[in-house]
């Protein structure tokens, strides 16, 4: 049986830390072999579990649900209202030529879609061999792929983002460090006032294993 990491736990949330691959719930389309977080953890804790926000299926990191229903509507509404700072790691190509900057492109989901406004701020962590570089991004809009459309449209793009960047460049790059077919996105941590007890909480996941493994190169 497979269980989650679990980072946090109380009697109206509970928040893990999502591996890669993993879908937050299910998909429109679902497959056979789908790995559904919140079916996993309802099983794991045997408790009701409610969708809050989430994560791309490639992205890792934390992930926060509700077991009661009164916080779900309350958290949902902080994350609809961007009362939730969200902290995310990314390994991306090149060196920014800025230590800071933020992107104000505006995104639409669909091409037929209105452009919607969109507002990620970045900061260099550090520049590695390879002409990669860890960085932060912050993002304060929840527009479509915002993170990684940004890095895109900022001439950097994520390492192993098939969607877009080049499926072959990928493939090649993966396999020179040994990463495989994984996208360095992770969400590192989230901060916000507890829907119940107003508490102001920082849930955080461990840096993910392979953003680990090429900072250290």
Same mark, same amino acid.
């Given at each position: 049986?497979?269980?989650?990491?679990?980072?946090?736990?109380?009697?109206?949330?509970?928040?893990?830390?999502?591996?890669?691959?993993?879908?937050?719930?299910?998909?429109?389309?679902?497959?056979?072999?789908?790995?559904?977080?919140?079916?996993?953890?309802?099983?794991?804790?045997?408790?009701?579990?409610?969708?809050?926000?989430?994560?791309?299926?490639?992205?890792?990191?934390?992930?926060?649900?509700?077991?009661?229903?009164?916080?779900?509507?309350?958290?949902?509404?902080?994350?609809?209202?961007?009362?939730?700072?969200?902290?995310?790691?990314?390994?991306?190509?090149?060196?920014?030529?800025?230590?800071?900057?933020?992107?104000?492109?505006?995104?639409?989901?669909?091409?037929?879609?209105?452009?919607?406004?969109?507002?990620? @701020?970045?900061?260099?962590?550090?520049?590695? +061999? !390879?002409?990669?570089?860890? =960085? &932060? *991004?912050?993002?304060?809009?929840?527009?479509?792929?915002?993170?990684?459309?940004?890095?895109?449209?900022?001439?950097?793009?994520?390492v192993g983002d098939f969607r877009y960047r080049d499926h072959n460049?990928?493939?090649?790059?993966?396999?020179?460090?040994?990463?495989?077919?994984?996208?360095?996105?992770?969400?590192? @941590?989230?901060?916000?006032?507890?829907?119940? +007890? !107003?508490?102001?909480?920082? =849930? &955080? *996941?461990?840096?993910?294993?392979?953003?680990?493994?090429?900072?250290?190169?």
């Amino acid at each position: 049986m497979i269980s989650l990491s679990i980072l946090f736990q109380d009697e109206w949330l509970v928040a893990i830390d999502k591996p890669p691959g993993f879908l937050v719930h299910p998909s429109d389309h679902p497959k056979a072999d789908d790995l559904v977080a919140m079916k996993i953890l309802r099983d794991q804790i045997e408790e009701k579990i409610r969708v809050i926000h989430r994560l791309d299926q490639p992205t890792s990191g934390v992930v926060v649900f509700a077991t009661n229903r009164g916080a779900a509507r309350k958290l949902r509404e902080d994350f609809e209202k961007r009362r939730v700072k969200k902290r995310y790691l990314a390994m991306v190509h090149g060196h920014p030529s800025k230590e800071k900057w933020t992107c104000h492109t505006p995104l639409k989901k669909t091409p037929d879609a209105p452009e919607k406004t969109a507002r990620t @701020s970045f900061r260099v962590l550090e520049k590695k +061999t !390879q002409q990669l570089t860890l =960085i &932060e *991004a912050f993002p304060h809009s929840g527009r479509f792929h915002q993170i990684r459309r940004h890095l895109v449209g900022s001439g950097h793009p994520i390492v192993g983002d098939f969607r877009y960047r080049d499926h072959n460049l990928c493939k090649e790059f993966g396999e020179k460090l040994g990463i495989g077919t994984r996208m360095l996105l992770q969400a590192k @941590s989230l901060e916000f006032c507890h829907p119940i +007890t !107003q508490v102001r909480l920082v =849930i &955080e *996941a461990p840096i993910d294993p392979c953003i680990k493994h090429l900072a250290k190169i």
